[in-house]
């Protein structure tokens, strides 16, 4: 089956600036996530979603950063404006709707913001 | 919320070598504590899991051991080789679906 998919794969953007990232997790996975990864850190989970509808939101900066995911497929996040504090990779996983629970992460997109 | 801490942050070992990472959490009601393992520049991976009705897991050279009433865990390596080199990650998590991470180790075998 194919994996995970994100693109694009590097952006790089002058801080101000919005971005905006795409995922399309495994067929048939109802339950998406979206993680935040800072270099030398462990993956943090920014918002789950299931179906199309948020699970967990809450540690999302809601005043920066948007994520939607419509009609339960494909998600965007998107960030406007970035700060250069959102510098990290932005990794998309996914689960299958009955288990098991491995996350099926996709490659990320490496985000500088200058 | 659930806080996940990983030590050490970094181990160098020789090839052949056991390697040992530990995680404490510290939401009592967590019940499944997977491992990733990511190499440079790569996606994470699970690697194996563990839940909380279980005390150890094995998987060929990897092994899992929990302790919930000291609310740690810990990955073990044995017989290590070049390809293990890669930053593992450990979980935990009350859910199954929703996963807290600790910070890493970076693993570095030497042959």
């Known amino acids: 089956e194919a994996g995970v998919a994100q693109s694009p794969r590097y952006k790089i953007i002058e801080k101000r600036q919005s971005v905006a990232f795409w995922c399309n997790p495994i067929s048939g996975h109802a339950t998406l996530y979206w993680y935040q990864q800072i270099l030398g850190q462990g993956p943090k989970l920014l918002i789950q979603?299931?179906?199309?509808?948020?699970?967990?939101d809450s540690q999302l900066p809601k005043d920066r950063f948007s994520a939607e995911r419509l009609k339960g497929v494909d998600s965007t996040l998107k960030i406007q404006p970035a700060k250069l504090e959102d510098s990290a990779v932005y990794l998309c996983a996914s689960i299958p709707p009955a288990g098991p629970y491995e996350q099926y992460f996709g490659p990320g997109t490496r985000l500088t913001v200058t | 919320g659930e806080n996940v801490e990983q030590h050490p942050s970094t181990l160098s070992v020789q090839e052949g070598d056991s390697a040992v990472i530990k995680c404490t959490y510290s939401?009592?009601?967590?019940?499944?504590f997977p491992w990733y393992k990511q190499e440079l520049g790569k996606r994470p991976q699970l690697i194996i899991d563990?839940?909380?009705?279980?005390g150890e897991k094995k998987d060929q050279r990897i092994a899992v051991t929990l302790n919930k009433t000291a609310k740690h865990f810990s990955l073990h390596i044995t017989e290590t080789q070049p390809e293990d080199s890669a930053v593992y990650f450990c979980a935990a998590s009350w859910s199954f679906q929703k996963l807290v991470f600790g910070t890493g180790t970076r693993l570095l075998v030497s042959p």
């Open positions: 979603f299931q179906n199309n509808g948020v699970v967990d």
């Open positions: 939401d009592s009601a967590s019940n499944y």
């Open positions: 563990i839940r909380s009705n279980v």
